[in-house]
């Protein structure tokens, strides 16, 4: 069973840029969610993504988008970034149900200067 | 407003020492409770969560509703216990997810 894969590991953006990160997520899940981890802070929620649609979002800005596509990979896109955008993001799938596990990424290192 | 609080950020126990990490919730309806361990070098993996009322490497976390808490626990604390623990909850239609700002948990040889 092949886990949860980010790319880039590490990013760095100026503010004012458009930056996209990328998750392949595991076998046999066909949700998915993105989080923001600040740090010291414990992962806030961004959105999850069901079927190639969003059903489900955080107190993010309509800067933060996302996709999920046919084979469940997903994108999460950030524009105009800020430097408070400045985090690890990680992204997690699971099966259907509220009680399903999440299995995370080993996420992406944001650094916007 | 929705919120998971763990009032600790940091705690230490002596190994075989019992150990007990806080967690409080505040949510309007009946969300699913877990706990996420991150051990050094890891990723975020899931620990336990309520629905199964397991126990996973000794942990065991009750819910009480009434003080609206989920509070982790194990008898006697190891040292491969010593991690970045998270109380989560999501959204009884498991669409919105709140994780707590973290125990980091040392145990001490």
């Known amino acids: 069973e092949t886990g949860v894969t980010q790319s880039p590991t590490h990013l760095i953006k100026t503010r004012g840029q458009q930056v996209t990160l990328r998750c392949s997520s595991q076998s046999g899940h066909n949700t998915v969610s993105w989080y923001q981890q600040a740090l010291g802070q414990g992962p806030q929620f961004i959105f999850q993504y069901y079927r190639e649609e969003e059903n489900g979002r955080g107190n993010f800005p309509p800067r933060f988008s996302g996709l999920q596509f046919p084979n469940y990979s997903s994108e999460l896109n950030v524009n105009a970034l800020e430097l408070d955008d400045s985090a690890l993001y990680l992204c997690a799938s699971k099966r259907e149900g509220p009680s399903a596990e999440q299995y995370f990424g080993p996420g992406t290192r944001l650094t916007v200067t | 407003a929705q919120r998971v609080t763990q009032p600790e950020k940091l705690l230490s126990v002596f190994k075989g020492a019992p150990v007990e990490l806080k967690c409080n919730y505040s949510?309007?309806?009946?969300?699913?409770l877990f706990w996420y361990v991150q051990y050094s070098r890891q990723r975020l993996q899931l620990l336990l969560r309520?629905?199964s009322r397991e126990s996973i490497k000794g942990f065991t976390a009750d819910l009480n509703k009434g003080e609206t808490s989920f509070h982790l626990k194990k008898p006697f604390a190891q040292e491969e216990d010593s991690a970045m623990y998270y109380c989560?909850?999501?959204?009884?239609?498991?669409?919105?997810?709140?994780f707590g700002t973290g125990t980091s948990l040392t145990v001490i040889p």
């Open positions: 309520h629905i």
């Open positions: 989560a909850l999501s959204s009884p239609t498991g669409n919105q997810f709140y």
């Open positions: 949510y309007s309806g009946s969300p699913e």
